[in-house]
């Protein structure tokens, strides 16, 4: 950046003034904007909703179908806690990506909903999270979604709760989503992903499916992202009871001012759905009485984001057809198969070790000797399952995420200092655990691993039991240093670019 403000004071014929819009929010940024489109959901039938939006990938405002939810009249911060304090969720910082992480009681990420509610007004600290099972019961599947295949096809629900100031970077997700507001409103801004070569998206594990724009939507910079200048977008408020229908791979930006309660379906990452029969009105179905594909208890291990197993089953048929030029009755070698799908260009480092694994040495798509498209029908469903747990692993999800946050180093260096002058009870052992950004459960946990007498710890006794400490520093590598490398690079090189165009005449800023 320092080089291309340079190069910019150097160029003689380079006015001083600033691209319209540069340093402004997403919002105020241009004025290619156009009110996203509304329709009146009592009038809608499952096939006109289909037809009309999710097959065309356009997103709508759908007023007031969220109030026909128990949910809308039920979930007070007291009612929640009342009724489902035990159970927990997990959270973020009220700013996306932003690298600090609340904790709670439960863990680094993670709290009870009690918790939530005792501390959610005044703690940066957004619940962003997996609705847990025993909530379903306030819930129900719309009526312009009970029917055909769109019924069956719920992936996972999400729940959204935060005091107002909330805001998330400009991203897309992988799946059909409605998004209900229950409480409070939202300001939404929708950019087409037909503007996918100038969002700047940056590169993530699932880049294809979601993904995130390296531009700041609190101050959009047209010197290093000249191209984003040019996107139309969509915007819209929306309000406690109202539902959004989002496309997939639809980039948005979501800002809430005020206290909020939301919900998500999220159904499939196809546009195609089988509704034969649809065009007659619905009614709506208690959301226990629906298969969901991820379901959440309300303790242990989430298993938010993962991918729709059935998505994972239609890459590798698209994996074999590119094989076969299109081919369905064509075969190919198995071991030549594997080693298509394992180089494949857009499989990174991670993902190749991860197939390597299960194609080949488990085998979990059998030991045919050939591959023809019937196998990939053939295969049982908990085979694409296992595939899709495996590569969408994320810590986050997990109770003990602080694992992989806190180094065994930084743990037993700090927790002998905390016990250099002498042994430490439990709740000073918690305290000076807390200061590595540790939470209290496993605080509690570590103590009884490492306690002597089951009442103090001892320098003696964190330097004896090292082993204990192994658990810490795990790595989960993703990939994240070499997608870092590469967005990076996306940013030097759209520099770079508007440097050349200045220097030959075709750029003025």
């Known amino acids: 950046m320092i080089l291309l403000l340079s190069t910019l004071l150097l160029l003689p014929h380079v006015t001083s003034t600033l691209p319209p819009g540069h340093g402004k929010p997403l919002g105020e940024h241009n004025e290619l904007k156009t009110p996203a489109l509304e329709e009146d959901y009592t009038k809608m039938t499952s096939q006109y909703f289909y037809e009309r939006y999710v097959r065309t990938r356009t997103p709508v405002i759908l007023r007031g179908l969220a109030k026909t939810f128990p949910a809308f009249h039920l979930w007070t911060d007291q009612y929640l806690v009342d009724n489902f304090g035990d159970l927990e969720v997990r959270l973020e910082a009220k700013t996306e990506k932003e690298?600090?992480?609340?904790?709670?009681?439960?863990?680094?990420?993670?709290?009870?909903?009690?918790?939530?509610?005792?501390?959610?007004?005044?703690?940066?600290?957004?619940?962003?999270?997996?609705?847990?099972?025993?909530?379903?019961?306030?819930?129900?599947?719309?009526?312009?979604?009970?029917?055909?295949?769109?019924?069956?096809?719920?992936?996972?629900?999400?729940?959204?709760?935060?005091?107002?100031?909330?805001?998330?970077?400009?991203?897309?997700?992988?799946?059909n989503q409605l998004n209900c507001l229950l409480a409070g409103s939202k300001d939404w801004i929708f950019i087409n992903n037909t503007y996918n070569d100038w969002i700047y998206q940056a590169e993530e594990i699932d880049g294809d499916q979601g993904g995130f724009s390296l531009v700041n939507p609190d101050s959009v910079n047209y010197i290093t992202f000249p191209l984003f200048a040019k996107i139309p977008w969509e915007y819209a408020t929306v309000h406690a009871g109202d539902c959004l229908y989002l496309p997939p791979r639809y980039y948005h930006r979501v800002k809430s001012t005020d206290r909020n309660f939301a919900v998500s379906f999220l159904f499939g990452t196809r546009s195609e759905f089988e509704m034969e029969g649809c065009g007659a009105p619905t009614t709506s179905a208690p959301l226990t009485s629906v298969p969901v594909q991820w379901k959440y208890p309300g303790t242990g291990m989430m298993s938010m984001g993962n991918s729709d197993p059935d998505g994972i089953r239609q890459w590798f048929i698209e994996m074999f057809l590119e094989m076969t030029d299109g081919d369905a009755t064509d075969?190919?070698?198995?071991?030549?198969?594997?080693?298509?799908?394992?180089?494949?260009?857009?499989?990174?480092?991670?993902?190749?070790?991860?197939?390597?694994?299960?194609?080949?040495?488990?085998?979990?798509?059998?030991?045919?000797?050939?591959?023809?498209?019937?196998?990939?029908?053939?295969?049982?469903?908990?085979?694409?399952?296992?595939?899709?747990?495996?590569?969408?692993?994320?810590?986050?999800?997990?109770?003990?995420?602080?694992?992989?946050?806190?180094?065994?180093?930084?743990?037993?260096?700090?927790?002998?200092?905390a016990t250099y002058f002498g042994a430490v009870n439990k709740d000073q052992f918690v305290e000076a655990y807390g200061k590595l950004g540790g939470s209290p459960r496993v605080a509690r946990e570590l103590f009884t691993k490492l306690s002597s007498d089951g009442t103090t710890v001892s320098w003696y006794d964190i330097r004896d039991k090292d082993d204990v400490f192994d658990v810490y520093g795990q790595v989960h590598d993703r990939g994240d240093e070499e997608m870092f490398t590469r967005n990076e690079e996306v940013k030097r090189i759209a520099e770079a670019e508007l440097r050349q165009s200045i220097v030959e005449g075709k750029s003025e800023l």
């Open 99 to 175: 690298t600090f992480t609340p904790v709670g009681e439960a863990g680094l990420g993670r709290s009870s909903i009690s918790e939530f509610f005792r501390r959610y007004k005044t703690d940066n600290m957004y619940c962003v999270s997996e609705v847990p099972e025993p909530m379903y019961k306030d819930l129900q599947l719309p009526a312009i979604m009970n029917c055909g295949s769109m019924k069956n096809s719920l992936v996972e629900m999400n729940l959204w709760i935060n005091s107002g100031g909330a805001k998330s970077i400009i991203h897309k997700d992988a799946h």
């Open 331 to 417: 075969n190919v070698p198995m071991e030549e198969y594997l080693e298509f799908v394992i180089e494949d260009e857009g499989v990174i480092p991670y993902m190749k070790d991860l197939f390597h694994r299960l194609l080949v040495e488990d085998r979990v798509l059998g030991d045919s000797e050939f591959v023809d498209r019937n196998l990939f029908d053939l295969v049982p469903e908990e085979v694409w399952r296992e595939i899709t747990v495996a590569q969408s692993y994320d810590p986050s999800n997990d109770p003990n995420n602080e694992y992989f946050h806190i180094s065994k180093e930084d743990v037993v260096y700090h927790l002998k200092d």
